[in-house]
């Protein structure tokens, strides 16, 4: 069974650039998370889809963050415009519905300059 | 405010001996615990999970105990390999409320041989 993939795995755009990270889940996990970790903290909950509805989207920092699931399997997260506060590493997670168990991605690494 | 706290940041210990990682939390709703391991420019792995009903689980060299009185959960890796060597990550969630999961910062574990 293939994990859950991430693309890019590096990001380097300046401040006002527009970056697009994507995850693809385990297949038929219909549970999806995005989670950051900003540098010497905490790895941070942003959001959580159930398909392709938007569960719980209490963690994202501001309006400048969109996440989608269109059709409940891919998802993305654009960062529009980026600041320098953005730069950290972006996880996804995947769960299937019986287990509690979240399976985390290899993350992106963006860095906004 | 911290929910989940990792006090040591790092912990070396020998290989063959038990290396203990220990875990505080605050939130009282919390009633999932897991712990992820994390190798650098990786995502985390699913190590082994306990829910708030039972006290100890084990899983080969890994266990995991709870103490829900103090609030405290540790991870036991008995005997303890060089693979071992990463960066543990305790977490909680509150599987009755919502599923996102708070993480600590991490314990650094080095395995010397």
């Known amino acids: 069974e293939a994990g859950v993939t991430q693309f890019p795995s590096h990001s380097v755009i300046e401040k006002g650039q527009t970056v697009t990270l994507r995850c693809d889940p385990i297949?038929?996990?219909?549970?999806l998370y995005w989670y950051r970790r900003v540098m010497g903290k905490e790895i941070k909950f942003l959001l959580h889809f159930v398909k392709e509805s938007k569960q719980d989207e209490s963690g994202m920092p501001n309006n400048r963050f969109l996440a989608e699931r269109t059709g409940g399997t891919y998802s993305t997260l654009k960062v529009q415009p980026a600041e320098l506060e953005d730069s950290g590493v972006y996880f996804c997670?995947?769960?299937?519905?019986?287990?509690?168990?979240?399976?985390f991605g290899p993350g992106t690494r963006l860095t906004v300059t | 405010d911290q929910q989940v706290k990792q006090n040591s940041p790092s912990l070396s210990v020998q290989e063959g001996r038990i290396s203990i990682l220990n875990c505080d939390y605050t939130?009282?709703?919390?009633?999932?615990f897991l712990w992820y391991k994390k190798y650098p420019a990786e995502g985390p792995t699913f190590l082994i999970s306990i829910s708030s009903i039972k006290d100890k689980n084990e899983d080969g060299r890994f266990t995991v105990f709870l103490n829900k009185s103090a609030k405290h959960l540790s991870l036991h890796i008995v005997p303890s390999q060089p693979g071992d060597s990463a960066v543990y990550f305790c977490?909680?969630?509150?599987?009755?409320?919502?599923?996102?999961?708070?993480f600590g910062k991490g314990t650094r574990l080095h395995i010397l041989p």
């Open positions: 297949s038929g996990h219909d549970n």
């Open positions: 939130n009282s709703m919390f009633d999932y």
């Open positions: 977490a909680a969630s509150a599987v009755n409320r919502d599923d996102k999961i708070i």
């Open positions: 997670a995947s769960r299937r519905g019986s287990s509690y168990e979240q399976y």
